[in-house]
């Protein structure tokens, strides 16, 4: 593979990939957990999945210029490790697939009012696909050109709702619920940022892999930002009763939110543009890693004959859910047990290349 991703780009990419649809709901999502603290909850899940993140930077620095699929089958054989592409495969799909889901219903609610969430959920994820086709250097282009356009605008309206914030709703910082509840929330908020797997694939064509651990610590510590941030803006103007009662609270601060002077009056309008944005390279992150994960399980040369298919089969698993209810359990059930593969399978692979002693050949920058 190629090594043409920069330093900068990986940190695009990992932003990118981790803030997207799932940031409209964290914020109820964590207060559910732990009530006032949940800006705590959202802590510890980014924390949890900066973890996971460098965990697999680790693994790419020992094996430069490898994917996970190729030093996988070094360390564990060529079968397991092909089952693991599988699996994995199967569950980026659906984890694409719900959240092109979730993405065409608040987009009928927020502005589509007449369009049914059939259409919306296809034209992202024709829109994926298509752009599924380009290279991975192109991949990194789209992430890179995007990484502006999706994080100053969010910054901006968190900090200008804070002005209607009674920071009293912050109060007790550790929370109103059990240590298992907010345990259970952490593990939530740290699946919305599984994107961060990406890293298993985009690491291989990286230019300068010793800045490898660098760019994931700055991309993933930016994201967790947005989710930490965002929480409290929105519990401080809310409040944790309040919150409970809203399915997305992050669109609702924006309703409330306004510039200086009244120039505009709700910033919803340009916080949805935003979201969007952010939908789009988060699905097209997951969705990469897909064809991806399947192409070398099956020991394909190109994944470009493969995106189209894999669309469709993403499109039937996202008109499954036959409710909003149902969706939002679904997510939340395979986001915390696919912590377990994205966690676990490379904390493996990581154990028992270090028992057996097993690396990469060590390339020069």
Known sequence: MERSITVLEVVAILFGSTVGVGVLAAPRLAVDAGGT???????????????????????????????IAI????????????????????????????????????AVVAALQKTPTEVTTLVMIVLVAI????????????????????????????????KNADYLYLQPIFGTKSIGSMLYGSATIAALLQGGFILTIILAAVRRPTKAMKATLIGMGLAGSVYVFTMMAALAVFGPEEMKLLYWPTLELAKTTMLPGEVLERLDAIFISVWVIAV??????????????????????????????????????AMLPPNIVQLYRLIMM??????????????????????????????TE
């Open 131 to 162: 752009s599924a086709r380009n290279s991975i250097k192109t991949f990194s282009y789209i992430h890179l050109f995007y990484f502006p356009l999706a994080m100053a605008p969010v910054a901006i309206i968190t900090i200008l709702s804070l």
């Open 334 to 363: 395979a986001g915390q047990y696919g912590l377990i593969l994205t966690f676990g399978y490379p904390l493996v692979l990581w154990m028992v290349a270090v028992v057996r002693g097993i690396r990469g050949v060590e390339l």
């Open 37 to 67: 603290g949940a800006p705590l909850v959202s802590l510890i899940g980014v924390l949890i999945a900066m973890a996971g993140a460098a965990l697999v930077t680790i693994l790419g620095m020992r094996f430069p210029g490898e994917s």
């Open 280 to 317: 789009f390279t988060s699905i097209y992150s997951t969705f990469y890693i897909t064809i991806e994960a399947v192409r070398q399980a099956v020991g394909l040369h190109d994944s470009r004959m493969l995106s189209f298919p894999c669309a469709a089969a993403i499109f039937l698993i």
């Open 71 to 106: 030093y996988g089958q070094r360390i564990i054989g060529k079968w397991p490790a092909g089952l693991m592409s599988v699996i994995v495969a199967g569950y980026f799909a659906v984890l694409t697939a719900l959240s092109a889901r979730e993405f065409g219903k608040v």
